[in-house]
């Protein structure tokens, strides 16, 4: 198992995990931005980073709306992966006063070490020093990969739209640096917290496999109702639910600084946002967000 692959996957898989619903036009992935001001149209796209790109084939207007603009910009600077990979693997570091022999029962440590031993090849003997957020999330991807081995040639759609740019000597901006998007992964959580929810996790793995179908069925149906249900709903019997707060630094908290900058970013060239599907939509999503800065964003379809 190549951990460095898994580490890169890491940074884009956090953020994928549903979209919102919107008012209206619900059931497209790509949206126009004009008015207030442009003097051309941007796009936004909504993305899953790990799903195939072939899937692009089916977004109608999508090929025009991305060669109609002159710059990309994405969640991170996907040229910058390998430095981002390094950075991932310094964060990853479990602080000395904390063990899994503590943080977990004897019966979910044991669990937490089969379980990587099963799906990484390696057990906590080698990785029993990263967070528990990190174990969380190299499981998921590796389950997720499992489960849909949808990857052309180990390249994401945001990698793909960002290639593209370079190919035509078009600038390629970001909306938050490594470091950002690092601490949201791997930081924003207590380590308690971290390992709870871990822990939770590996017990309850029949949930983990119902979320990841019910997000693949409806992102490649491009059903955003769907998507808001597993986002929003608020599960009675749900072993594991975040906080308000915990979905907050994943999704509002985020969109409140990108919505500081897209503005100047679509002002001084016309931009293709592409970006985990999650930030489009919803009350505090950048569509809604656009709509309330005065520019006019409407579905393409």
Known sequence: ?????????????????????????????LWKVSGNGLEKPSYLFGTHHLIPLSFLDSITGLDEAFEATEQTVGELDMSKMAEMQMKIMGAAIMPNEYSYQTLLSEQDFQLLDQTLKELIGIGLDQLGRMKPAMLSNLISITLYQKYYPTLSGDKSIDQHFQDEAAKRSRSVKSLETAEEQIHTLLGSQTIER???????????????????DRLQTAYMNQDLKALNALYEEELPNDPCPSTQEEKDVINKNRNIQWLKILPDMMQEKSSFVAVGCLHLVGKDGLI???RKAGFTVEAVK
């Open 1 to 29: 198992m190549n951990l460095r692959k898994l580490f890169g996957g890491l940074v884009l898989f956090f953020a994928l995990a549903a979209c919102a619903n919107t008012s209206k036009d619900a059931n497209s992935l």
């Open 194 to 212: 971290q390992a709870e929810m871990l822990a939770c996790m590996l017990n309850h793995p029949e949930m983990l496999k119902e979320q990841m």
């Open 288 to 290: 809604e967000g656009l």
